[in-house]
């Protein structure tokens, strides 16, 4: 069976017994709760217990999923938000009491909203482009996808010719060919995870 895009996947979902449209919807989206999860100053030991918890929120609450009111990744968003926020607040009240926790550990102050929103907004963006950087490294070989990843670390052709040994010419054509892969691939990335048409995403 066929899935194109996170909205597909989402309405399987809502079929306890569709269990390929869970599997799908795990894989696309676990690894990136848990990525951000990581990132926001969350203790280790509780990380994993948070991204499983954002998870089952999530998909317990397919069912008052509405695509015609945003994107499934403003959702995310706001479900890791406010998980995440809660998980600062209960750290907090928990030994806010103890004095002698305070001094033996500093309790990391809980992130704003905007800051939450902002950290999701540009962690997906960074995710969707490592997915497609890591799509095209299984596609293609040679000069173009080293190019490419050198370009987007602000690596100058003269230092890219020095690495490769390219003529100038063909380093500016592996740039604008690879770029226009990417693109490519980050919208069909869009598409699919995102629930956007090709012409949407940007």
Same mark, same amino acid.
């Given at each position: 069976?066929?899935?194109t895009?996170?909205?597909t996947?989402?309405?399987?979902?809502?079929?306890?017994e569709?269990d390929?449209?869970?599997k799908?919807?795990h894989e696309?989206?676990?690894?990136?709760i848990?990525?951000?999860?990581?990132?926001?100053?969350i203790?280790?030991s509780d990380q994993?217990?948070?991204t499983?918890?954002i998870?089952f929120?999530?998909?317990?609450?397919?069912s008052?999923?509405n695509?015609?009111?945003g994107?499934?990744?403003?959702?995310?968003?706001?479900v890791?938000?406010?998980?995440? /926020? #809660?998980y600062f607040?209960?750290?907090?009240s928990?030994?806010?009491?103890s /004095?002698?926790y305070?001094?033996?550990?500093?309790? #990391?102050a809980p992130?704003?909203?905007d800051?939450?929103?902002?950290?999701?907004?540009?962690?997906?963006?960074?995710?969707i482009? #490592?997915?497609? /950087?890591?799509?095209l490294?299984?596609?293609t070989n040679g000069?173009g996808?080293k190019?490419l990843r050198? #370009?987007l670390?602000?690596?100058?052709?003269?230092?890219?010719k020095k690495?490769?040994?390219?003529a100038?010419n063909t380093?500016?054509?592996l740039?604008?060919?690879?770029?226009?892969?990417?693109?490519?691939?980050?919208?069909?990335?869009?598409?699919? /995870?995102e629930?956007?048409?090709?012409?949407?995403?940007t």
């Amino acid at each position: 069976m066929s899935y194109t895009t996170s909205h597909t996947i989402l309405q399987r979902a809502l079929s306890l017994e569709d269990d390929e449209a869970w599997k799908i919807l795990h894989e696309r989206y676990s690894k990136f709760i848990y990525y951000v999860v990581s990132s926001m100053g969350i203790d280790h030991s509780d990380q994993e217990d948070i991204t499983q918890l954002i998870f089952f929120k999530l998909t317990s609450k397919l069912s008052l999923y509405n695509k015609e009111r945003g994107l499934f990744r403003t959702w995310l968003k706001q479900v890791v938000r406010n998980t995440v /926020l #809660n998980y600062f607040k209960q750290k907090q009240s928990k030994h806010r009491t103890s /004095l002698a926790y305070q001094h033996k550990h500093e309790l #990391n102050a809980p992130p704003s909203i905007d800051h939450i929103d902002d950290w999701v907004e540009n962690e997906w963006k960074d995710y969707i482009l #490592n997915l497609a /950087l890591h799509r095209l490294d299984a596609r293609t070989n040679g000069n173009g996808i080293k190019v490419l990843r050198m #370009n987007l670390q602000g690596i100058s052709v003269s230092e890219m010719k020095k690495r490769t040994g390219l003529a100038t010419n063909t380093l500016y054509t592996l740039k604008k060919r690879y770029k226009k892969l990417l693109i490519h691939e980050v919208r069909s990335l869009q598409a699919e /995870l995102e629930g956007r048409s090709n012409s949407d995403a940007t």
